[in-house]
């Protein structure tokens, strides 16, 4: 039986028992049975209340967010032929973080409690309609990743104005907090607010497989098999916005997960985008689950952020696969 029969089924136990680990395993001590029935059972005393209002929710939105990194990560790899894109390099990530940023700025977040992922999700649309418009319809990709670091560095100039003009130190310090990423104190209002956008980014992005692998081949010969480019990247587009917009809007910014696990299970897939796409939503889930396990269980006075902690895994990938690479060219 070859890795690649074996690696969907795979992936799907390891999400599994990361769910059960980010479930069962936090600083309120519950025992795996008052675990269980906190929240499975009738009860409403303070084990329920934990395992519904805090780890059920934290649980959901770290395999969403992590899936839909993972995927979008695969799917822009596979579409610009490029092995370091990633979610953030057509803009949706640093334009959704501009968007929340905005909410705190004008104390919109302290007046309502889902501004600030509502201001993420307007702020991802935001990036996908001025993408397009710098792009055009019949844009390359080279003309693609241009209109998204434009974008990118446009959203992280304004977000660094927020910063520098922020009414009080408390503000900005708010403000860098949530730009770190983090999946503390979310409530099921913030995963029924995600995953109508994620799910519909999902479809779009899963809809884009077969194109993907036609383009390996080459433009020229995907457009020659049928597939419209323009409609395509359009799809990839708006999938990456909806799915990565939602999960900027309601963690902040988390970094490398879209990077890393396409690098990592490529290989067991035969190198076909297509084939990638479902790996890498599995093997995004587990990775930020697993992340946000180590944010629980190392033991510091104000909890690690996630960002941080998904940046301290995936640079050190970066510089074996470097020194690998200088082996391999040697």
Same mark, same amino acid.
């Given at each position: 039986?070859?890795?690649?029969?074996?690696?969907?089924?795979?992936?799907?136990?390891?999400?599994?028992?990361?769910?059960?680990?980010?479930?069962?395993?936090?600083?309120?001590?519950?025992?795996?049975?008052?675990?269980?029935?906190?929240?499975?059972?009738? $009860?409403?005393?303070?084990?329920?209340?934990?395992?519904?209002?805090?780890?059920?929710?934290?649980?959901?939105?770290?395999?969403?967010?992590?899936?839909?990194?993972?995927?979008?990560?695969?799917?822009?790899?596979?579409?610009?032929?490029?092995?370091?894109? $990633?979610?953030?390099?057509?803009?949706?990530?640093?334009?959704?973080?501009?968007?929340?940023?905005?909410?705190?700025?004008?104390?919109?977040?302290?007046?309502?409690?889902?501004?600030?992922?509502?201001?993420?999700?307007?702020?991802?649309?935001?990036?996908?309609?001025?993408?397009?418009?710098?792009?055009?319809?019949?844009?390359?990709?080279?003309?693609?990743?241009?209109?998204?670091?434009?974008?990118?560095?446009?959203?992280?100039?304004?977000?660094?104005?927020?910063?520098?003009?922020?009414?009080?130190?408390?503000?900005?310090? $708010?403000?860098?907090?949530?730009?770190?990423?983090?999946?503390?104190?979310?409530?099921? $209002?913030?995963?029924?607010?995600?995953?109508?956008?994620?799910?519909?980014?999902?479809?779009?992005?899963?809809?884009?497989?077969?194109?993907?692998?036609?383009?390996?081949?080459?433009?020229?010969?995907?457009?020659?098999?049928?597939?419209?480019?323009?409609?395509?990247?359009?799809?990839?587009?708006?999938?990456?916005?909806?799915?990565?917009?939602?999960?900027?809007?309601?963690?902040?910014?988390?970094?490398?997960?879209?990077?890393?696990?396409?690098?990592?299970?490529?290989?067991?897939?035969?190198?076909?985008?297509?084939?990638?796409?479902?790996?890498?939503?599995?093997?995004?889930?587990?990775?930020?689950?697993?992340?946000?396990?180590?944010?629980?269980?190392?033991?510091?006075?104000?909890?690690?952020?996630?960002?941080?902690?998904?940046?301290?895994?995936?640079?050190?990938?970066?510089?074996?696969?470097?020194?690998?690479?200088?082996?391999?060219?040697?």
């Amino acid at each position: 039986m070859s890795a690649r029969t074996v690696l969907l089924p795979a992936l799907a136990v390891l999400l599994l028992f990361a769910l059960a680990g980010s479930l069962l395993i936090g600083p309120a001590g519950l025992s795996t049975p008052e675990a269980l029935l906190g929240l499975f059972g009738s $009860e409403r005393g303070p084990a329920a209340r934990v395992m519904r209002e805090i780890r059920l929710p934290r649980s959901l939105l770290g395999a969403m967010i992590g899936a839909s990194l993972g995927l979008a990560g695969a799917a822009l790899q596979g579409y610009l032929r490029n092995p370091l894109a $990633e979610p953030g390099l057509i803009g949706v990530s640093g334009a959704a973080a501009l968007g929340a940023v905005l909410t705190l700025y004008t104390g919109l977040s302290a007046a309502f409690s889902l501004a600030l992922p509502l201001g993420g999700i307007a702020g991802a649309m935001a990036a996908v309609v001025l993408v397009q418009l710098l792009a055009g319809r019949e844009a390359g990709t080279i003309t693609l990743i241009l209109a998204g670091v434009a974008v990118t560095a446009f959203a992280a100039a304004l977000t660094s104005l927020a910063l520098n003009l922020a009414p009080s130190p408390f503000a900005a310090l $708010e403000i860098v907090f949530w730009l770190l990423g983090s999946l503390s104190d979310r409530s099921m $209002e913030h995963v029924w607010l995600a995953a109508p956008f994620m799910v519909l980014g999902w479809l779009l992005l899963a809809s884009t497989g077969r194109a993907l692998d036609a383009l390996t081949l080459g433009e020229e010969a995907a457009s020659s098999l049928g597939f419209r480019l323009p409609a395509i990247r359009l799809r990839l587009v708006l999938g990456t916005a909806f799915c990565v917009g939602a999960a900027t809007a309601v963690a902040g910014a988390i970094g490398f997960v879209g990077l890393v696990v396409p690098h990592l299970l490529r290989p067991l897939v035969g190198h076909r985008p297509g084939a990638l796409l479902p790996a890498s939503a599995l093997g995004g889930a587990v990775l930020l689950l697993l992340a946000d396990l180590v944010v629980r269980a190392i033991p510091t006075a104000q909890e690690l952020k996630l960002g941080v902690v998904t940046a301290l895994i995936g640079a050190p990938f970066f510089f074996a696969l470097v020194l690998r690479t200088r082996r391999e060219t040697a």
